[in-house]
């Protein structure tokens, strides 16, 4: 570990800046996952576009359908490709706790960064905030790494800005993925903002998140390497320039990027994200692959529309 359990907010907030992508995990025809593709495609994020850290074995990385072994092997895999030059935080989340604290207690052996844990899908409980905070305060008991939560929909429920703002005070909490509403999170960067780094996966909202409520993170999900290549890298330079206080050349750079957006957003089959998304990096010169089951493949149609838009969005290859 490079820092002690009660550094870990100080550190977050020195070192967890700019951008951070989630990773989706490419696949080999047979199924098993591509390692040498997952090392290709993290050294071009890192080398070619500057990407600052990884969010790894996540939702994009199908962790549902994902043995214990091969989510310990990710984790393993995403700190020797990134060789230091980039950080690391692995999603433990499960809805077995014993897992939640193995993968945890693995993450911090072979030398990831930070952990982030989903909140749990709860049963029977109406009156969830207790049940929540013992969930998150039992997890950092028993670790010392650096904990973000993350609330999104999929939970059947969203944790309240006042809820997370208690979270916070945990000694190892550093961070939130808050996939809520523009009002909630902004509230909770005002309650909670000098305890935790707050941030959603919203690229449309990056840019005015810098502006308006002082974010230094993107925490993340796949524009980072959807809307960039080695030579277009706009992204990250309106992410540069807003960090640097020339608004009006980030905002011009930022509406740039609309033609690409609308072209990865309008092809994308409603049930069929990580296919749709591997596709397009395949087009990139990445690796993708195919999806796991239950995920569905796209079909031959989908790729078609998809190829076709994204030969005309203007994305410099």
């Known amino acids: 570990m490079k820092y002690k359990k009660n550094e870990a907010k100080d550190y ?49 990385g199908e962790f549902f359908s994902m043995s214990l072994e091969e989510r310990k092997r990710n984790f393993e895999l995403a700190v020797e490709a990134v060789d230091g030059k980039a950080g690391t935080i692995m999603s433990c989340s499960d809805q077995n706790f014993d897992t939640v604290i193995e993968l945890a207690k693995h993450a911090q052996d072979v030398g990831a960064d930070y952990i982030v844990v989903h909140a749990p899908m ?4 109406h009156d969830r905030d207790d049940t929540i905070y013992n969930y998150y305060k039992t997890i950092c008991d028993q670790v010392d790494i650096g904990i973000a939560m993350w609330s999104h929909p999929d939970s059947g429920y969203l944790m309240s800005p006042e809820l997370c703002a208690r979270i916070a005070d945990l000694p190892n909490i550093m961070a939130i993925k808050y996939s809520v509403p523009r009002d909630m999170y902004a509230q909770l960067t005002e309650q909670a903002g000098e305890k935790i780094l707050v941030s959603t996966a919203s690229e449309d909202e990056w840019f005015d998140n810098i502006v308006e409520l002082g974010w230094q993170l993107y925490l993340c999900s796949s524009p980072p390497y959807l809307l960039q290549t080695k030579n277009d890298r706009r992204m990250h330079d309106y992410t540069e320039l807003a960090f640097a206080g020339r608004i009006d050349e980030a905002r011009k750079l930022r509406d740039s990027l609309d033609p690409v957006r609308n072209a990865l957003k309008s092809t994308r089959p409603g049930g069929k994200p990580q296919a749709h998304q591997k596709y397009w990096q395949e087009l990139l010169g990445q690796a993708g692959g195919p999806v796991r089951a239950p995920l ?21 290859l």
């Open 12 to 60: 977050s907030r020195e070192h967890m800046k700019g951008i951070w992508a989630a990773a989706l995990n490419p696949m080999l025809p047979d199924g098993s996952i591509d390692e040498a593709g997952m090392r290709n495609n993290i050294r071009h994020w890192v080398d070619d576009l500057a990407i600052r850290g990884l969010f790894i074995a996540g939702k994009q």
């Open 122 to 125: 709860l049963h029977f409980i």
């Open 296 to 316: 569905l493949q796209l079909m031959d149609e989908e790729r078609a529309e998809t190829k076709a838009a994204f030969e005309t969005c203007g994305l410099k």
